[in-house]
């Protein structure tokens, strides 16, 4: 019961739209975001978009830069052909010095594209372990899939005492990588990885998936998916008789799956914020955060507030200094600073262009999750 | 244990395969109109009954009679306002192919930008398993299936065989000449073939949505089995379509038992490809062929 | 502006040469395939492994793509053989369901979902093409070529025997016409020419993957063949360049949502089918009726 045909534009379709309509004024500075807009997981985008506009209104009212700045988005849908599509059309046409990515199959597609035009190209969302090494102009702003599977492995195997995983993972490079972190760490830490039941990724039926898993009796699922899929596969598992715990990686970090009653209880790891810190920059996200969407900020949108912020300290140097604002300029002013402060305390980039972060485990409790460690 | 779970899921999602190309099977024997937007009234009825009964809150009587009555109108409106004028000048087969298709990119699109392109699920407590054995699961709406099945089956059955228009259309199936020697209207009598075989994709569209969800595009999957169920159980022959929808049901919940899910539409469509090679007549059809 | 008009016009030339190599088959020998992304597919990841693995040669990887693709075009020609209207159908259905499936699977040569990266440019005469201009010239060459082989067929006795087998099978075969392989011989060489669209696509983008060789695809070319004018020859052409200037129009138009622009050109095209269908089934261009007459 796969559908193989997709609820997609046509590809030549998303192409020709995606490149259409572009138009910059003089006193004005453009960035893009080339983010999941349409489809299954534009509810990803919702959410990242949250954490851009704010850090953009923020960015705008203390005059950061001389110009205001502006960002164009662009949909990506989650999948790397239109992402690629959409990459090229901010790069050639529109010209931006930087953009912002999400989700590691796009990131993966578009990396190219950023590493050939020389353009500064930032993930907050995707976490695949291999976006850390897609060259110099890649940079990550979120700690990567490894750090969340060896936060979760020796917590799930040694204080929770469950051993046996089965990991359900969609067919695409996120999959890919949460199966190869699993195979290694899960030894590693005195467990065993039981099952690894692959699924497409617009597979919508998964009751004999449901009966798989449960063939190998496993003491918890690993799901590796993302967006409405995830909720899918939660309620099916449910209603086929698995009733083992589900854990997951910080894909589970929307409201969809908070708001599904199949999904509470289930475990997920994300990088650790203080939202009560009284540090000023993550005091000013928080306030402004609550203020302006009515609901207790999110690690998501605090990534890309981040990297919008982040885009305006670099810029900001730049022009202090009287140098153009190119995306070779950009690299060379992070590697020059280093060390930055910004929602959650200060980043440090690694060489390869991305964070460190302390990790956390979190609980679905249907208001908005709580840590459990 | 494993086998026995995925051929009790098989047979769930079998029973609905099967209505839904009896009806595709019963349209295209008796109109030989090729009525690809069949999967698009299976969506449109899925989403119906959503939109009363998840969103609105309707009862779910209400729901389902308006999901009815929608899946029948839709399939005679389409005879009535696109194959009607379409067969009047011309009619050749591709000719009626294309605006089928078309109806069915239309409606998909429609559905997308109405309720949003991801997945919408039913909630109902029917689709919670209980366990039959150990290790055995099968949720309520597995009985449920079989038994709109049989019932719709045994309805049809003697529609076709008890009354005049049910005669009609098989007279219709075999010889359009013959309809119209006797003086009855094969326009009118596919209004019928068309309202009948619309109304038996309801049962298929409504347990779909409660255990694997609705999604746009679901309606090029049930059109594609559909048109496989047909073909592999032999063009023209109502039981072929049912013997063909079960298996393929069957088939894509028992390849799981060795391949990945990803394999399993195509291995549906390797045994279609290998049919059309090997014996175009399907099961129980007559060779249709040059 | 330039920039996106460039764009616009390269991806025009390569959708039309899929239309052409299309229309061919379809118009022609009314073999009617919804199979079509398939052989686009395989031209795609055929030149990008050659360029990646042996050279970026346009006219070495184009013969490859071409050549693989007009092998494996032996599949389709089978039913076309054996079976006509609903069945072809359904057994090219199943042909590109396959297809798809092994594109996403078959990871070491596709790469799945994750693609194809980092394609290089192509090189004509020891010669990397990354400029845009350079790279349209090249689109439209190849696009005058397609156009002229199709054309010269279509207009010498292979074209009228085709015609024939459109016609009437039974006729064509009475004359003496040997339907096996003059049907076998038109669907080798529509994948052929269509594997040229691959190559380029992949080296345009630099980046392929299963995403656009899928069903949707398939159903997209028969659409712009359909709309234009099957068994034309500018039909297929005019067909291409509307469905593809109908989202750039779109999105001039303000008031329609950014995220349902894809949306709403399918509509529009699904939309057309059926009226044109109802009212001029042989398309814009063409007056004839489509597929054979009753």
Redesign the interface.
Known sequence: MLTRSRALAGFAAAAIAAFAAAAASADEITIGADLPLSGPNAQYGDTFSQGVNLAIADINADHMLSKTLVMDYEDSQALPQPGVVAANKLVSVVRVPYMLSAFTSVSKAIAPVAERSKTVAVNGGGVGPDLAELGDYFWNVIPLANYEVRAMVPYLVNERKLKRFALVYVDDPLGDAILKELRTELPKAGGELVGELKIPRDAEQFAGIAARAREVKPDVIYIASFGAQQSQIIKQFRDNGVSQLIASYSGFAIPAIDQEPEAKGALYTSQRMDWESNDPVTKRFVTEFKAKYGKAPNYYGANYYNAVMLFAILAQALEKKGEAITGENLLKERRAIGTFNLVGGKMEFQPNGSVIMPMQINEVDGKGGHIVK | MLFLQLLVNGIQVGALYALTAVGFSLIFGSTRIFHVAHGATFTLAGYVFYELYSVAGEPWIAALAAATAGAGIFGVLVDRLVYAPIQRHEGSFFTVFVASFGISIVVQNLVGTAFGRGFVSISSPLSRSVELAPGLYAPPTAAISVLAAVVCFVGLHFFLTRTHIGMALRALSENPDLVRVFGLDPRRLSSYAFALGSLLVVPGALLTGATAGLSPALGNHVMLISLAATIVGGVGSLRGAACGGLLLGLAENLALWHLDPQWSEAVTFVVLFLFIIFRPAGFFGRVVTQ | MI??AM??AT?IAI?AILAITLNFIMGYAGI?SLAHALFFGVGAYTAAWIAMHVSADFFLTVSGAALLASLLSLALA??AL??????????S???Q??G???F??WKSVTG????V??IPPAELFGIPLSDPHAFLALALACLTFVIAVTYGLVRSSFGRSLTAIRDS??AAAAYGKNVALIKTLAVVVSSALCAVAGALYAFY???I?V??F????S??L??MV?IGGTGTVLGPIIGTVL??????G???LSFLP??????????I??????VL??FR?GGLVGGR??????
Do not use: C, W
């Not at chain 3, 799945?112 to 693609?115: L, T």
């Open positions: 920039a996106y764009n616009l991806l959708n009617f089978l039913p054996r079976v006509r209207e609903v069945y072809f159908v359904a057994a259905l199943g042909l369901v396959l798809s499936t092994v996403a699977e799945g979902i994750g693609g990266i980092g099978e039974s983008l630099s980046f993957n995403e656009s899928v069903l949707d695809t159903i997209l028969m659409a359909i469905l593809l200037l109908l989202p750039a779109l999105s001039y950014h995220t349902e622009i894809g949306s709403i050109q399918q509509m095209y699904g939309l057309a089918m059926v269908m109802i089934p009726s489509l597929g054979e007459r009753k």
